[in-house]
C-alpha cells in the first residue's frame, strides 16, 4: 500500500511539473496578464448590440479581390430571407482604385433571383456601403449572400480591403458585433469569473 501510495505521489508530482513547464496553471499573475480573459468583457458588452445574423465576419481588415460583379460570400452563413422583414447590412470598405460597394443577392433553387446595392464608396476614399430593404415576394424565401460589386470597371480586378460585415433586422446600422453563437452570453461569463475567483484569481 505504501509503495502504491508513493508510486501515485510521484506520478501526481511528474504531471503537476510537466504543467508548470508547459505553463498550463492558473495563479493571480498569469490570469491577470491573460489576453483571452481580459477580451471576455469586451465580447460580453458587445452582445447588448444589434444582434448581427451573419457568421464569420471581422473587426479587423480583410483583403478581396474580385471582378467587376463580385462573387462568392463573404459571410460564413447564408440566411434565409423573410418575407415584410426589414434588413440592414452594412460594411466598411477601403483602398480600392474604383468604385466600390457592398451587394446583396438572394438566391432561388441555385439561381440569382435578385439582388440590391449599398452606397458606392468612390474609388480611392473609404467608408461604409449600407443596404437597407424590405424583403418583397420575390426575396421571400431566398438565401442571402455579402460581397463586393464594382460598377465602373467590367473587364479587371480589383483588390482592397473591407471589416465589419453585418447583417440586422430592421433599417438602422449598428456597430459591428459577432453573431451571438460566436461570443460569450453574460450567463456564461458570470461562470469563467465564478471559476477564477474560487482558484484565487480576479477578473475586473
Given at each position: 500500500t505504501a509503495l502504491a501510495n508513493a508510486n501515485a505521489a510521484n506520478t501526481n508530482a511528474a504531471k503537476a511539473l510537466s504543467d508548470l513547464n508547459a505553463g498550463n496553471?492558473?495563479?493571480?499573475?498569469?490570469?491577470?496578464?491573460?489576453?483571452?480573459?481580459?477580451?471576455?468583457?469586451?465580447?460580453?458588452?458587445?452582445?447588448?448590440?444589434?444582434?448581427?445574423?451573419?457568421?464569420g465576419t471581422n473587426n479587423e481588415l480583410q483583403t478581396y479581390t474580385g471582378s467587376s460583379y463580385g462573387s462568392g460570400n463573404l459571410?460564413?452563413?447564408s440566411p434565409a430571407c423573410v418575407s415584410?422583414?426589414?434588413?440592414?447590412?452594412?460594411?466598411?470598405?477601403?483602398?480600392?482604385?474604383?468604385?466600390?460597394?457592398?451587394?446583396?443577392?438572394f438566391w432561388?433553387?441555385?439561381?440569382?433571383?435578385?439582388?440590391?446595392?449599398?452606397?458606392?464608396?468612390?474609388?480611392?476614399?473609404?467608408?461604409?456601403?449600407?443596404?437597407s430593404f424590405t424583403a418583397d415576394s420575390t426575396m421571400a424565401g431566398c438565401l442571402m449572400t455579402f460581397t463586393l460589386?464594382?460598377?465602373t470597371s467590367l473587364s479587371?480586378?480589383?483588390t482592397g480591403q473591407y471589416k465589419e460585415l453585418k447583417?440586422?433586422?430592421g433599417s438602422v446600422a449598428t456597430d459591428w458585433c459577432p453573431n451571438p453563437a460566436e461570443i460569450l452570453t453574460q450567463s456564461d461569463y458570470a461562470k469563467i469569473k465564478a471559476a477564477i475567483v474560487a482558484l484565487g484569481g480576479s477578473l475586473s
Open positions: 496553471y492558473l495563479t493571480k499573475d498569469t490570469l491577470s496578464n491573460a489576453p483571452s480573459f481580459e477580451a471576455l468583457q469586451t465580447q460580453v458588452n458587445n452582445s447588448a448590440v444589434g444582434t448581427n445574423l451573419l457568421t459571410a460564413s452563413n415584410g422583414q426589414a434588413y440592414t447590412a452594412r460594411m466598411w470598405i477601403q483602398d480600392y482604385d474604383v468604385d466600390t460597394q457592398l451587394v446583396v443577392r432561388k433553387d441555385g439561381a440569382q433571383a435578385d439582388l440590391t446595392n449599398g452606397n458606392v464608396i468612390s474609388a480611392g476614399s473609404s467608408g461604409y456601403s449600407v443596404v460589386t464594382f460598377p479587371t480586378t480589383h447583417l440586422e433586422k
